[in-house]
């Protein structure tokens, strides 16, 4: 296990949170028509389990999972599917991909809820199966399915759970409006996860300066009255809000970088997916909404909204005042790692944690690029420990065996290298780029391996057949002899 | 709506190549009027020739290679190789030595291997050895330094002028005259000749430090050095590794033999050690880059450069110091990759 003390690297940003955060988190009207991509969460893509035509009611199962890594998708309003085909999707850049269309008749009937048992009165593995039908995945941006993750801690002892409340990138309030508002679902899903994965302990971690969402957890955490729950803040720094930056800054451990968390004992969530799996567990609410923060220069008035999954971007900034002015850049996600949209007729989907209408205050033009200087700047921002300089430099030249062993497939993309360079290089864009290549050597080679592998098994059999036949044919000449 | 798209991140930092090649021209002023104090106005026009011919060559080089004006003459490398370049060489030495030095720095040093970012030498050094290599002579014909005990030396511009680009001294003066040893060359030239350490630094051009005028030269080096390190434009590895082992292997051999071998002050504050620390050595593109990498890189340049200036043929040794770890800089990034997060050590 390897100890250390923080986030290498890192930027201070400033957070251009005072806009989004300045109004109450509020809910946006249900929308007339929700369109629910299959494959928004990491993994294998849901399949529809309803047919064109067909009445669904609000919370109902609409598309089942797929393989280990995969998630349900319920219906986030109650009224008719009116298609199931391919549409622009924001986390595939607009590109279609197959999605369940739902017409709203603002009814809102819901589906039976199953009869709530206390949490604590069940077995962890009931637990975990029922929280692997709430749909829930995490809500940080990454989407991975919440069950998925749960399964893979299961052997992990001691475990402690560890919830992020660390806004990963500037911009992004909803977690801090989701604390300052939801503290107690927060802690209620720390407690339901705590049972469910059998972890002893829970830190939930923000960052400094983050006071009102810190009095709340501290006064929900009090009610809960539970010995396991505590509050740990987290420097300022850009990514301290990464999962493993984060394990750095909390626990002063990192990640083996090819393993998870759970092999140093740690599990992590988003404090969003922990206040979702509450809704779930106590409630019978499946993931059907998430906290949106709306925020950029080029929106009226800024703000988080509880939005149902599949409503369009477009009337979310519609509902936060329209459009001041022709934005720049339509950014889902934060200003380093957000995906820039092409088009706002795109739904709101589970990853969905941040619009940003921006104009070019917000997100500034890059200047002309110029060759590396090798100045170094970007090694001492890289969160990973990296050199992108060298990875620049043999990512240019493609030498995959000098890529591989200064690391470039444990880049995670943060964006702190691109930002500080002086030469205005897009780094974090070449490596994605040179990445797939790597991959493919990568997997080449364990192939290669794996037919050599086949190969040795197979001449050892055959020399131990031999070998034996060998001795056979000996033992029957000596006793033939001795006869 | 549509919108334009781009890949992520959608910010950019403030920190550009030209602020960080205008930030250490701006350090090296101190530098500049230090040595203008002490050796007169000669350095101004050097410098003018160095920049001139930098850019030209600079723009030649860029259109021959088809490459664009106006960004790469607007970085600023090419003058901070010019300043470098004129700041080694005697205030006084003949117009075409800085101007084939820093024509040979930016064609040949620079560009021939890809321009901006690509070289692999130290342009201003690798002229600089050029220069030392071809016309030696011309590289020794320092004046005495404007300070007390030493003789009073004065030029005025057009003397200064006529001087560099004719070659020929004011009628009343001659160069074996004039001509000063810098207190490094003295140092070697007396010890040389079986003197004692003290008798050696008995010569008028040595002072508490070093020597005198060189001595404040290094120390407005040293400042404007510690100026880059506060506007982190330099990191603080290189020069303290570079300046540590210098000392640390004068210290030594001082102890070990007192009579034969100069202290580390001494080696701190002469000829280009401050320079070479704090503007040389931290040259990136051509320096290793890792954070060990650096501390190997620049120990090697300060024992190097104790070496030569110790036992070699010259009197200071920085340059080559360079030149040679430029070298090995591959190889030492190639051994010292640093440890990344999540893998064992």
Request: net charge neutral; proline share 7%.
């Amino acid at each position: 296990m390897i100890r250390r003390s923080g986030v290498h690297g890192g930027l201070q940003l400033e957070a251009h949170n005072e806009r989004s955060t300045a109004r109450p988190l509020r809910r946006a009207n249900p929308p007339a028509q929700l369109v629910l991509p299959v494959d928004q969460h990491a993994g294998a893509p849901a399949r529809p389990i309803v047919r064109e035509g067909e009445r669904v009611l609000h919370g109902q199962p609409i598309a089942e999972p797929t393989g280990q890594v995969s998630a349900w998708l319920h219906a986030p309003a109650s009224g008719r599917i009116i298609a199931i085909e391919p549409r622009p999707a924001p986390h595939r850049l607009g590109a279609p991909t197959l999605s369940i269309v739902i017409e709203n008749d603002q009814r809102d009937d819901r589906a039976e809820p199953s009869p709530s048992i206390a949490f604590e009165q069940r077995s962890p593995a009931e637990l975990l199966e029922q929280i692997a039908r709430g749909g829930v995945v995490g809500l940080g941006g990454a989407a991975f399915p919440l069950a998925a993750k749960l399964d893979s801690v299961r052997a992990a002892r001691p475990l402690t759970l560890l919830l992020n409340g660390a806004e990963c990138e500037p911009y992004i309030t909803c977690d801090e409006m989701l604390m300052r508002e939801r503290a107690e679902e927060i802690v209620l899903g720390a407690r339901i996860l705590l049972h469910a994965s059998a972890a002893s302990a829970c830190a939930i971690a923000l960052e400094a300066g983050s006071t009102l969402a810190d009095a709340a957890l501290r006064t929900a955490i009090a009610n809960a009255h539970d010995e396991r729950l505590r509050l740990v803040t987290v420097p300022n720094i850009y990514p301290a809000g990464g999962e493993r930056q984060l394990i750095a800054a909390v626990f002063g451990l990192e990640v083996p970088y090819d393993g998870l968390p759970a092999d140093i004992g740690l599990l992590c969530h988003n404090v969003g997916t922990a206040a979702a799996v509450a809704q779930w567990i106590r409630d019978g609410q499946p993931l059907t909404s998430r906290i949106v923060t709306v925020t950029g220069d080029c929106v009226r008035e800024p703000g988080n909204l509880d939005v149902r999954l599949g409503a369009s971007i477009r009337q979310l900034i519609e509902q936060c005042g329209g459009y001041t002015d022709r934005a720049s850049r339509l950014i889902m996600g934060g200003s380093l790692m957000g995906l820039a949209l092409p088009d706002d007729d795109l739904p709101v989907i589970k990853a969905t944690n941040c619009i940003i209408a921006a104009s070019h205050a917000d997100l500034q033009p890059r200047d002309r690029e110029l060759p590396c200087i090798r100045c170094g700047a970007c090694s001492e921002a890289c969160p990973a420990m990296l050199l992108p300089q060298q990875l620049h430099w043999f990512s240019r030249l493609a030498d995959l065996q000098a890529l591989e062993a200064h690391g470039l497939m444990d880049c995670i993309e943060c964006g702190c290298c691109d930002y500080v360079c002086p030469s205005q290089i897009p780094l974090v864009e070449r490596f994605r780029e040179t990445k797939p290549l790597l991959a493919r050597r990568r997997a080449e080679r364990a192939d290669a391996r794996a037919a050599r592998e086949r190969f040795e098994a197979r001449a050892a059999r055959l020399e131990r057949i031999a070998v034996e036949q060998r001795a056979a044919l000996a033992h029957k000449r000596r006793v033939r002899r001795e006869d | 709506m549509m919108f334009p798209t781009s890949a992520a991140p959608h910010v950019v930092g403030p920190n550009r190549v030209a602020r960080v090649m205008r930030l250490v021209i701006y350090a090296l002023a101190p530098t500049v009027l230090a040595h203008i104090a002490f050796f007169g106005p000669g350095l101004l026009v050097q410098i003018a020739l160095a920049v001139a011919t930098a850019l030209l060559a600079e723009a030649a080089a860029l259109k021959a290679r088809g490459k664009p004006l106006e960004p790469f003459l607007k970085d600023g490398s090419a003058v901070v190789t010019a300043l470098l370049l004129a700041l080694c060489l005697p205030p006084l030495a003949p117009w075409w030595l800085i101007v084939s030095g820093v024509a040979f720095a930016i064609l040949l040093a620079k560009h021939a291997y890809g321009g901006l970012g690509a070289n692999p030498f130290n342009p201003a050094m690798a002229g600089y050895a050029v220069l030392l290599v071809s016309f030696p002579a011309q590289l020794l014909q320092w004046l005495p330094p404007n300070a007390a005990g030493l003789e009073r030396i004065e030029l005025t511009l057009p003397q200064t002028l006529s001087t560099i680009f004719t070659g020929a001294l004011p009628a009343h003066l001659t160069w074996d005259a004039i001509t000063s040893p810098t207190p490094l060359e003295a140092l070697r030239t007396n010890l040389t000749m079986g003197m004692t350490m003290s008798e050696a630094q008995s010569s008028p051009v040595f002072a508490a430090l070093g020597g005198k005028g060189w001595q404040w030269i290094n120390l407005a080096a040293l400042a404007g050095g510690v100026w880059l390190l506060r506007m982190r434009i330099i990191g603080w590895r290189i020069p303290v590794a570079m300046l540590g082992t210098l000392a640390a292997c004068a210290s030594i051999m001082h102890l070990l033999d007192p009579g034969a071998y100069v202290g580390p002050l001494f080696h701190l504050t002469c000829g280009a050690s401050m320079l070479g620390a704090f503007f040389i050595a931290t040259d990136p593109v051509s320096a290793a880059t890792g954070n060990q990498g650096k501390l190997v890189y620049a120990a090697g340049i300060g024992l190097l450069t104790y070496v030569i200036r110790t036992w070699g043929g010259y009197a200071d040794g920085v340059a080559f110091a360079v030149l040679l770890m430029n070298m090995l800089a591959p190889l030492i990034d190639r051994y010292t990759i640093p440890r990344i997060y999540g893998h064992a050590d």
